[in-house]
């Protein structure tokens, strides 16, 4: 087994871990009053106990790995969140059969690298956390980044209906192609999956999020129209989206800015990025450039997000400019 094999099998075993722990907290939190009262705290637990199980397995099988991650254990370490952060243990060691507090609270900590040079992951415990409230789309996401450059990505799916059923998980490594395995199995056999081959854009359905807040979907529709797409666009949140595109089921992903000041995260990106390029798609910014993951925990030269089946790219770019342009004036 090459080095990269291994990371992957330690990649894909984390996900699938952190996701059976997302699963059964979202499956309480449905049949709860919580999602009436939106009570943010059940996926604030799945979002702490998905790190928690990530960090360790990447520690395990890789020790002394870096690992940057959307969260830190700061707020539960303090005395008001006892309660809290009791309860992010119990999902721990529902899974790996036994945990302490505090050594959970060690391993989310674990994900608290500099995304400074040389070799990391990075990990988003809950993408789409909106969605997971709603019930719907969200993605456990994982990638690797090596000197800048996104080398390995996987993406756990739980409500993606998937080849066997509910659950998808993607993988992808630099240079390879992309592989969909389901969500509920083991090892790193899967099937390929490919972007859907499109020449012209006008046949495209396009994806975006489903929370205006993070994508113009007034500038998205005017793109949607100068490029002659008549379908309706398909909204679904977290990177799910990257997975879409990468297994065909829409061709473009447009992520609009929906302000100056905001700069993408890393790990919003890095994971379904690379699952997209891997399947034959191509993905820059809005402006066409290449996303750019030397800058640190956000991609600071980037603004927005365009994936495409990949022929259709450049005629993509060339109508989203044209329009950011004129809703410029
Ligand atoms: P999505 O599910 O595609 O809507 O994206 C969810 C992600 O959007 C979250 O993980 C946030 O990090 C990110 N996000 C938050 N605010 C913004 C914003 N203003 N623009 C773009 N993305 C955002
Ligand atoms: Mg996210």
New binding site residues.
């Given amino acids: 087994m090459s080095d990269r094999n291994a990371e992957l099998a330690a990649a894909i075993e984390a996900v699938r871990a952190a996701s059976r722990v997302c699963i059964a907290v979202q499956r309480k939190l449905v049949s709860a009053e919580t999602l009436e009262k939106r009570d943010k705290s059940p996926v604030t637990v799945a979002d702490f106990a998905s790190q928690a199980i990530v960090c360790r397995k990447l520690a395990e099988v890789l020790p002394g790995d870096r690992v940057v991650g959307?969260e830190d254990a700061a707020e539960l370490r303090d005395a008001s969140q006892e309660a809290l952060a009791a309860a992010v243990a119990d999902r721990v060691a529902d899974e790996i059969g036994g945990a302490e507090v505090s050594q959970v609270l060690d391993w989310i900590d674990l994900g608290g690298a500099d995304a400074s040079e040389g070799r990391y992951w990075t990990l988003?415990p809950i993408?789409?956390?909106?969605?997971f409230l709603r019930g719907q789309?969200?993605a456990v996401a994982l990638g690797l980044i090596e000197d800048g450059e996104v080398v390995l990505g996987v993406l756990g799916c739980p409500n993606l209906s998937g080849r066997g059923g509910t659950g998808a998980l993607f993988a992808g490594v630099a240079g390879g192609g992309a592989l969909e395995l389901p969500l509920a199995g083991d090892g790193i056999a899967g099937d390929p999956v490919r972007v859907t081959s499109l020449t012209s854009p006008a046949e495209a359905r396009f994806c975006?999020?489903?929370?205006s807040?993070?994508?113009n979907q007034s500038e998205s529709a005017q793109i949607a129209a100068q490029l002659g797409i008549t379908l309706d666009p398909y909204r679904?949140?977290?990177?799910?989206?990257y997975a879409a595109i990468a297994r065909g089921d829409a061709q473009i992903y447009l992520?609009m800015?929906?302000?100056k000041d905001?700069r993408?995260?890393i790990?919003?990106h890095a994971a379904g990025k690379l699952v997209v390029e891997c399947a034959g798609g191509r993905v820059s910014d809005v402006t066409g450039r290449p996303l750019d993951f030397s800058q640190g925990r956000t991609l600071e030269q980037n603004r927005?997000v365009v994936a495409t089946c990949g022929a259709i790219h450049d005629e993509v770019i060339e109508v989203v400019e044209r329009v950011r342009a004129e809703s410029a004036v």
């Fill in positions: 959307e988003d993408d789409g956390t909106k969605g789309q969200y975006e999020s489903v929370e807040g993070h994508s679904i949140d977290s990177q799910c989206k992520r800015p929906t302000r905001y993408e995260k790990w919003d927005g």
